[in-house]
């Protein structure tokens, strides 16, 4: 199973990452990249294309709306956060390593 070049594109934008990179790192995962696996990462390429986190608008919080904020960067850092952690590089979406490789 492997991801198309064109959702490959889309990775390496989404992630900031160049293209070389998601490539390589692919390949490294020849046999834990699964169809579920390609599946969910192409879920979130939808999203992405669907526009979350593209509202503009933040609520502040006054008496009237009780608190509420919402944060649109958060979705999408959301979604670079689950591609990052479907090709086993947390990293790339802004998380940590935490195998016991990491920790050493």
Same mark, same amino acid.
């Given at each position: 199973? #492997? +991801?198309?070049? #064109?959702?490959?594109? /889309?990775? *390496? ?18 046999? *834990?990249?699964? #169809? ?18 593209? /509202?503009?608008?933040?609520?502040? @919080?006054? %008496? *009237?709306? $009780?608190?509420? %904020?919402?944060? @649109? ?6 979604? $670079? &956060? &689950? ?5 086993? $590089? @947390? %990293?790339?979406?802004?998380?940590? +390593?935490?195998?016991?490789? #990491? $920790?050493?």
């Amino acid at each position: 199973m #492997a +991801l198309s070049e #064109a959702n490959i594109i /889309k990775v *390496s934008q989404i992630l900031n990452v160049p293209k070389t990179d998601i490539d390589y790192q692919i390949t490294l995962m020849s046999n *834990s990249l699964t #169809a579920a696996v390609q599946s969910a990462i192409e879920a979130q390429i939808t999203l992405w294309d669907a526009g979350a986190g593209t /509202k503009t608008t933040k609520i502040h @919080p006054t %008496e *009237s709306n $009780r608190g509420v %904020e919402t944060n @649109p960067a958060a979705t999408k850092g959301d979604i $670079r &956060r &689950r591609i990052a952690v479907l090709l086993e $590089r @947390p %990293e790339w979406g802004g998380g940590s +390593l935490t195998t016991a490789f #990491a $920790r050493g």
